[in-house]
């Protein structure tokens, strides 16, 4: 294991939770019901599949022009912009910080494969923007999760083969496109959304090095 490749939301901060309550907010405006289940749905997906995905399941998808579109995309992300902009480190989801300190010390690389634009000032917020080797630009791929683009993407960055990666995820969409990238894939959250995954943890505390390489080790037993 060369490096270990990371998903922002939902596994190093939980702003999963901000991209709910900001999409709620557009969602009650416009009269579509939206609710957790539907939020699953939404999670790694960039902000304009994210609308799409909402208005069709609100039979809307005829409502809006393109430009009335651009203005519930940038009302989502003025609301949820306010939501970030209160982070402090202490915002880290807990055993984050110790395995990237783990990681470090193993000069193990580290890279972040976010489909968010805010990644970069969510990561500075944090300050752990510096930890990073590499940060893939959302904006330059072509195609997005579970399209495995931006992992590969990472990878080449990193100057590591896809092979000797790991990667942290815990959206569906993610895991897929961690295995479609030939990764070893570590899910966080409930074993039957992480399908695929390698490795399956309930939270990020469960999250130490000493797991990543003991489970990798069987990994690489098993493809053998
Ligand atoms: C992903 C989130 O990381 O980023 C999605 O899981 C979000 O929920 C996507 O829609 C795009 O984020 P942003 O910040 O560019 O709107
Ligand atoms: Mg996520």
Redesign the pocket.
């Known amino acids: 294991m060369k490096a270990v490749i990371f998903?922002?939301?939902?596994v190093i901060t939980d702003t999963?939770e901000y991209?709910f309550l900001a999409w709620k907010h557009i969602a009650e405006q416009i009269d579509i019901p939206f609710d957790r289940d539907m939020n699953e749905r939404?999670?790694?997906?960039?902000?304009e599949e994210?609308l799409e995905c909402i208005l069709i399941s609100g039979g809307a998808e005829t409502r809006y022009t393109n430009a009335e579109k651009q203005e519930l995309m940038l009302q989502?992300?003025h609301d949820?912009q306010t939501l970030i902009s209160k982070l402090t480190p202490e915002d880290l989801l807990p055993g984050i910080g110790r395995l990237l300190c783990q990681l470090k010390n193993e000069n193990i690389k580290i890279g972040l494969a976010?489909?968010?634009?805010?990644?970069p000032e969510i990561l500075k917020r944090l300050e752990i923007i510096d930890d990073f080797h590499a940060i893939v630009d959302?904006t330059a791929l072509v195609n997005g999760k579970p399209d495995p683009e931006i992992f590969l993407t990472a990878a080449t960055l990193l100057g590591v083969s896809t092979a000797d990666c790991a990667a942290i995820e815990d959206?569906e969409a993610g895991i897929s496109a961690i295995k479609s990238a030939g990764m070893f894939a570590v899910g966080v959250g409930q074993e039957e959304s992480m399908l695929g995954a390698d490795l399956v943890v309930r939270q990020t505390s469960d999250l130490t090095l000493e797991l990543l390489h003991g489970e990798w080790e069987q990994y690489r037993i098993k493809s053998v």
């Open positions: 998903d922002l939301d939902g999963a991209h939404l999670k790694g997906i960039s902000r994210s989502k992300n949820y976010s489909s968010s634009r805010n990644a959302p959206a």
